[in-house]
């Protein structure tokens, strides 16, 4: 049996696929442009940020809506947070179906209006897909369908807010074997989010490795990607995005990736997020 590669200082550490300098970049544009979010969808580009393209005052009327909602729930499990929508991570299939259904009026609520930028995303990508003999939309089993967008805003304190994860494991879950989201593992998990509100810090940090088996195993998170201690990633390249608000940004969340916290008392990093993948050629599929 192999060894498990060990750091330097004969620590272990997080092995699997690194990409090159083409790949392994975000890029910055100041207008929307789907075919980028193409482009990271067929793993040609790491990630892609947009740069102040929701206004400021629909950033906060959202947020207004989001803080304002008495259907706001707290999660203080795996990734502490403010959400309104619904989380498929951990659950059978059926149980985060039915709370999407049951959510859906209030995430609708916060985004009613014109300007609902989930809604403009989502039909500039598919015009483009559509171009392209692909087909957009959301994750279903059966007759229902999955939750559209979470609203969240993470509380924890700490080096990070969200703790170094990736997105590809939980969609192994054998809880959910018969949720067609399980197909997308064979290709690659896009994370999008759309920032309504964001104070000093608050970084997507973002590392240029998806994990193997061999370290989710023995690590014990291959249906979860949560957590992967910060020490085993020493050595790995990483990148600091910085977030503000309006952006919306795109990437590969099959790489191991984590969220500083602001950095300020009472500064609030709340956005509009979802998952985007490939279940076959022609589909791509929206979930929560």
Not at 38 to 43: A, N, P, Q, S
Request: aromatic share 8%; hydrophobic share 30%; net charge neutral.
């Amino acid at each position: 049996m192999a060894k498990t590669p060990r750091a330097r200082d004969g620590r272990l550490r997080v092995t699997g696929w690194s990409g090159d300098t083409r790949y392994f970049r975000f890029a910055e544009r100041d207008e929307f442009d789907p075919q980028t979010v193409k482009d990271v969808l067929d793993g040609a580009v790491a990630g892609v940020i947009f740069r102040g393209v929701i206004a400021p005052p629909v950033c906060r009327e959202l947020a207004e809506r989001f803080w304002a909602s008495p259907r706001r729930r707290r999660r203080s499990s795996e990734a502490p947070s403010y959400y309104i929508g619904a989380y498929h991570y951990g659950k059978p299939t059926q149980q985060y179906l039915s709370e999407a259904d049951e959510t859906a009026s209030a995430v609708d609520d916060v985004l009613a209006g014109p300007d609902d930028p989930v809604r403009h995303f989502t039909q500039a990508l598919a015009q483009v897909l559509g171009e392209q003999g692909t087909t957009l939309r959301r994750a279903r089993h059966g007759p229902q369908q999955a939750g559209r967008v979470l609203l969240r805003s993470w509380h924890a304190h700490g080096e990070y807010a969200l703790e170094p994860h990736e997105d590809l494991s939980q969609c192994t879950d054998p809880r959910q074997h018969d949720f067609e989201i399980q197909r997308v593992a064979r290709h690659r998990v896009c994370a999008v989010n759309i920032c309504l509100e964001n104070g000093d810090g608050g970084r997507l940090v973002y590392w240029n490795i998806q994990p193997d088996r061999e370290t989710r195993t023995r690590l014990g998170v291959r249906h979860t990607g949560a957590p992967y201690p910060v020490d085993q990633l020493d050595g790995v390249e990483r990148q600091w995005i910085e977030v503000g608000q309006g952006d919306l940004y795109v990437f590969n969340g099959s790489h191991i990736h984590a969220v500083e916290p602001s950095t300020e008392p009472g500064q609030r990093r709340t956005t509009a997020a979802s998952l985007l993948g490939r279940v076959d050629r022609n589909t791509v599929v929206t979930w929560t």
